[in-house]
């Protein structure tokens, strides 16, 4: 057989357990999304790639509880998330609208062990609008590291200021695939193989992340057009429900 | 614990009994959500194997398969990240059936479910017996569409559906369990969606 295998063969990620966080700040630097910056105490430092689930509470006891990715690195004093609101969107809605700094919240993290970089291999990240969230917190690590030379980056968006952390992206030199926009000498368009082409490496492992719709089409140009292993290939997809699970 | 959070309401509710804790509604909607890119498996290179702790291993082609006893699970499924989708119909073949051909010694107590592309679940024995495990290839009626884990998935509907490995074609039985792709992230060994067993420890 020559299955390829998935896993971390044998090392585990970090996980946390249930813990009362702060909200100590937020802003809303994109029209549907919220920048949460949580002080959460005895907290289980986590890795670049992994989320935390944020679970609401109400009077009658109802609870409701979705994933969200974190953009920061390992290391820094806060724990920031970011949120974007959905139609509908029980909990996001909740978070983007009502929830002020001050605010309690309960969160468990973190979370996840596969979409998780390891801060020493080069990787390729490829988001989709809040699924930039999780690769920030790679680049933000990288930067810390010293050693932003092993990431590239391409990050999708309708335009650029629907795309959350755009600037940052840009300043780290990510391909900013613009669909309803030009973007310097970029013509409007969905990501293609071509803007993919100068951002791979020999020895790469490709992050994707983003809707289901947006990772399948990445992750597709990235085995069929542009030769990856499906095993180099690590897929987050978010749904309406939010989250990673199979 | 802590108490109620200001200001959330949460939907209005009438709470459907046949939600788990956590869980809502996804109505027509069936989300896509896998950790790989979507493998490409023709039925004719597909295949079935039930090894590991039993009396004959056995691999069955997808015509193989056909020619067994057709069995149908009506009903609902849940997933770990907090949607459900009520009466669902998936049409394949029981587990049982599988198992009744290969034999399991005495001494196998757990599953390991590997799928074309790697990925892995794990299961206790008793979760897959019984009449509660399919291996199904028709989702309404229609072949299960790739996406969703065709030609053919495991089904396990009474626990989250991470257990229900997409491209399954392998099922080896354990005398001691193991943890497959998620279990070694972060998830549960079980995953009961009644007793909310989302991660280790819960």
Avoid at chain 1, 17 to 26: E, F, K, M, Q, S
Avoid at chain 2, 8 to 25: A, I, S
Avoid at chain 2, 30 to 36: C, D, F, H, K
Avoid at chain 2, 161 to 185: C, I, M
Wanted: hydrophobic residues 40%.
């Amino acid at each position: 057989m020559t299955e390829p295998t998935l896993g971390l063969g044998g090392r585990r990620a970090p996980a946390g357990g249930w813990r009362t966080a702060t909200v100590a700040a937020l802003d809303r630097p994109t029209p549907r999304g919220v920048r949460l910056l949580l002080d959460v105490p005895h907290r289980v430092e986590h890795l670049p790639g992994q989320h935390y689930v944020v679970r609401l509470t109400a009077e009658d006891g109802y609870r409701a509880q979705r994933s969200y990715s974190v953009a920061s690195p390992p290391g820094d004093p806060q724990v920031e998330l970011f949120v974007e609101r959905l139609e509908d969107g029980e909990v996001s809605g909740y978070l983007a609208d009502v929830v002020e700094p001050g605010d309690v919240l309960e969160v468990r993290g973190p979370i996840g062990g596969w979409f998780v970089w390891d801060g020493r291999g080069p990787a390729l990240l490829v988001g989709g609008g809040s699924g930039v969230v999780p690769l920030v917190s790679m680049l933000r690590t990288a930067r810390d590291r010293g050693r932003p030379d092993l990431l590239r980056v391409a990050a999708a968006a309708r335009t650029r200021t629907l795309l959350p952390y755009a600037d940052e992206l840009a300043g780290a030199g990510a391909l900013l695939a613009l669909s309803r926009e030009a973007n310097g000498v970029r013509r409007p368009g969905r990501l293609t193989a071509a803007d993919l082409v100068p951002l791979v490496e020999p020895g790469q492992t490709a992050f994707v992340c983003g809707s289901a719709s947006f990772a399948e089409a990445a992750s597709r140009l990235l085995v069929d057009e542009l030769g990856m292993a499906p095993a180099d290939v690590r897929v987050e997809r978010f749904g309406p429900s939010g989250g990673p699970a199979a | 614990m802590a108490g109620p959070t200001r200001g959330f309401l949460g939907r209005r509710r009438e709470r459907d009994p046949r939600l788990p804790p956590g869980q809502y509604d996804a109505g027509a909607d069936w989300p896509v959500l896998t950790a790989e890119p979507t493998p490409r498996i023709a039925p004719e290179t597909w295949s079935i194997t039930v090894d590991g702790r039993v009396e004959s291993p056995t691999t069955w082609s997808w015509d193989d398969v056909h020619r067994l006893p057709a069995s149908e699970y009506r009903g609902d499924i849940h997933c770990v990240t907090t949607w459900s989708k009520f009466d669902t119909h998936f049409a394949g073949v029981s587990v049982d059936t599988l198992l009744e051909a290969a034999r399991p010694t005495a001494d196998a107590h757990f599953v390991m479910a590997t799928a074309k592309t790697g990925y892995t679940t794990n299961l206790p024995l008793e979760d897959v017996t019984g009449g509660r495990a399919w291996l199904v290839w028709e989702f309404d009626g229609k072949p299960l569409p790739i996406e969703h884990g065709g030609p053919v998935r495991l089904l396990v509907p009474h626990l989250y559906f991470w257990k229900s490995a997409k491209w399954v074609t392998r099922l080896t039985l354990l005398q001691r369990d193991q943890q497959g792709f998620w279990e070694q992230n972060g998830y549960h060994d079980r995953g009961d969606p009644w007793r909310e067993q989302r991660y280790q420890g819960d």
